[in-house]
């Protein structure tokens, strides 16, 4: 094998062991390990037990949502496509770049025939013959690992023409983003696919119905296909992992100050607190005051106990939890995600555009002592109209740390006008 940069010393644990039962080992597992350890086993029975409406219709009782923020019926999402005639593509979305976000990475550079797996079988219940990998340019360990992986498992009859000798076809290819935020998108990530500037587009039509060259597409997240090759496997037991509606393992990569951060794999009944439990606690026995989840929002102490499921009460999301102790301060810590969104911001809306610029610039006035009660009125008129004005999820979910942080820690707004950081982490001589 080759010699592969950057795969980091990842901590990873598990309470259940199936997204992660290989990728705990912090080392690349290859394909005469991944088969001697029950892999493409769910393969073989799809395609020799199993009819691609049986896959759909397990996938739909499943309750399986989309593991990269959205958290949309994975089984709808796939009936939409399959009313549309073929071809029919699948992508698979590995543009993981979300602040805070690793959860991904983990298991492509760990375990990447669980995502292939998980990706033939996909294929087989869709009817696609080409698949898609749109990996971030920043995971360059990530992608090598993949070509190699696939090449593996072309080589074992996995993948290409008439894999394990049935009627079935279908080949992966791997594709590498440029370091663009917003190819994470799935109409950008499309366009970008096809060769032109990566700016989202307007849905309806949603990829589903129109996607890669007009044609319908599935995009899928890392984690929700790799869920898949379980699913099968486990059949009706998997709806005894987790909570009623919501089952299945979920990955929740924490850190920031907690002993221990990494990737932990848990049912979603799990709760803010027992997942910082589950890393250790927080760091150096300080007190807790914040978690910022990606785009998601922020929470405070008194969110500890909510799930995080996808319920109406559940967090959701990618499961991203960035954790701040009482020595950070929040507006230094939404101008760090300020700074990404106002960075990363396509540019097409103007709200979004010039929406995420204001947003920085005030939060910066808060941070030198410029701001006035004027600028608190600012912010909240922002965090109501970018997303209102915006095309896409960046659009929507920009203001949603300020917005929550103006709810939740509105007197650190107020402290930092009167030049006060509660954190001392502001107005340093
Ligand atoms: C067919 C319909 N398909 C919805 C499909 C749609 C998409 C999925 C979700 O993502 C989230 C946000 C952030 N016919 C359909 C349909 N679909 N209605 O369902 O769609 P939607 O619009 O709810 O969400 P979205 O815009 O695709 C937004 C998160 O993504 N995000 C960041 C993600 C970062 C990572 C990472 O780093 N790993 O994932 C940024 O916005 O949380 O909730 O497939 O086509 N009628
Ligand atoms: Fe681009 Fe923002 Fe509009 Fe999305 S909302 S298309 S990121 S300008």
Request: glycine residues 10%.
């Amino acid at each position: 094998m080759r010699y592969y940069p950057n795969i980091p010393d990842l901590n990873a644990n598990s309470s259940i062991n199936l997204l992660l039962k290989r990728a705990k080992e912090n080392r690349t597992v290859w394909i005469e390990e991944y088969e001697t350890t029950g892999g493409y086993s769910a393969l073989k029975k799809a395609l020799t037990k199993l009819t691609p409406e049986d896959i759909v219709i397990m996938v739909e009782e499943s309750t399986l949502r989309g593991r990269g923020g959205a958290g949309f019926p994975t089984g709808r999402k796939w009936r939409f496509a399959l009313a549309n005639p073929k071809p029919r593509y699948l992508i698979c979305n590995a543009d993981e770049s979300e602040p805070g976000t690793f959860k991904d990475r983990i298991i492509i550079e760990r375990d990447p025939h669980l995502l292939i797996e998980g990706m033939i079988i996909s294929a087989y219940a869709l009817g696609a013959e080409l698949g898609f990998i749109y990996i971030r340019g920043e995971y360059p360990a990530g992608y090598m690992i993949l070509e190699d992986a696939i090449e593996e498992a072309r080589k074992k009859g996995y993948l290409g023409k008439n894999i394990l000798g049935t009627d079935f076809s279908f080949d992966i290819l791997v594709y590498r983003g440029a370091g663009a935020y917003i190819c994470g998108e799935e109409t950008a990530l499309i366009e970008s696919l096809e060769g032109k500037r990566g700016h989202p587009r307007l849905r309806p039509p949603y990829p589903a119905n129109e996607g890669l060259f007009g044609r319908p597409t599935v995009v899928n997240n890392v984690e929700t296909l790799s869920n898949i090759p379980i699913i099968v496997t486990y059949e009706s037991y998997y709806m005894s992992i987790g909570p009623a509606g919501y089952y299945g393992p979920k990955l929740f990569p924490i850190s920031g100050k907690v002993k221990n951060p990494g990737v932990y794999e848990s049912t979603m009944d799990i709760t803010l607190r027992e997942l910082i439990d589950m890393a250790g606690g927080m760091k150096d026995g300080k007190k807790f005051k914040a978690v910022f989840a990606g785009a998601l929002g922020v929470y405070s102490e008194r969110d500890l106990d909510t799930p995080m499921d996808y319920s109406p009460k559940g967090f959701g999301g990618t499961g991203t939890t960035i954790v701040l102790a009482e020595d950070d301060c929040i507006i230094d810590a939404l101008i760090v995600i300020g700074e990404f969104f106002h960075h990363e911001s396509c540019g097409k809306c103007t709200p979004c555009r010039v929406g995420t610029y204001e947003l920085l610039n005030i939060l910066k006035k808060f941070q030198e002592g410029t701001a006035t009660e004027k600028d608190i009125k600012y912010l909240e008129h922002l965090c109501e109209n970018i997303p209102v004005g915006s095309i896409c999820g960046l659009g929507y979910s920009a203001p949603n740390a300020v917005r929550d942080a103006l709810k939740k820690f509105r007197d650190e707004f107020y402290l930092h006008i009167e030049k006060k950081c509660p954190a001392g982490v502001c107005f340093k001589e």
